[in-house]
């Protein structure tokens, strides 16, 4: 094979990215597969944007942004991307189709859709299990998520489904996807030999 084969799978927080993209890996077991979590490749806290509203102008001072692309060391996660050697190489995270750089060496590009409800819930159920207390989940809800998360979701990570090949079902996951999903993958791998 003269090169990897590189998905990228995006979505929002909390949408089931790295759940399917677990699934994948297991189901592509007898492949040489590398996963780049985009989690993995955030600047360090300090160096991150501070979250600052949009709609009221009200600056989060506790709180980096990390649905500002600006939060993720692009550098960095480029620069591992491009010695990789991997068969199968999958880029993982909110922002895995927005970057151009990253975009175009993408050779099978998906989006994870779930609703909005759905992912909050998601989040709470994990702010809840690493032991926040009810007014920080609540305050988070309230404020921050309101008043910025949900306003970058909308500009950076919502915009970016419209450059997948395929976008999926968060909210239930199908093993039909799933087998689809391999299917190509597989078939363009064989061509590639």
Known sequence: MNKSFIIGIAG???SGKTTFCEALVETLGEYNVKVFYMDDYFKSIEQMPQSKSPIT???YTDQADFNHPDAVDWPRLKEELSVAKEEIIIVEGLFALADDDIYHKLDL???IDCR???RIVRKLKRYREDVFTTDDIFGWLSDYNL???RYRHDEYIELSKWRADMILNGSIPSDKALDMVKGYILNMIRKKM
Do not use: R
């Open 12 to 14: 929002g927080s909390a």
């Open 147 to 149: 008043d910025v998360a």
């Open 116 to 118: 909005s409800d759905e």
């Open 109 to 111: 590009k998906l989006y």
């Open 57 to 59: 102008g009200k600056t």
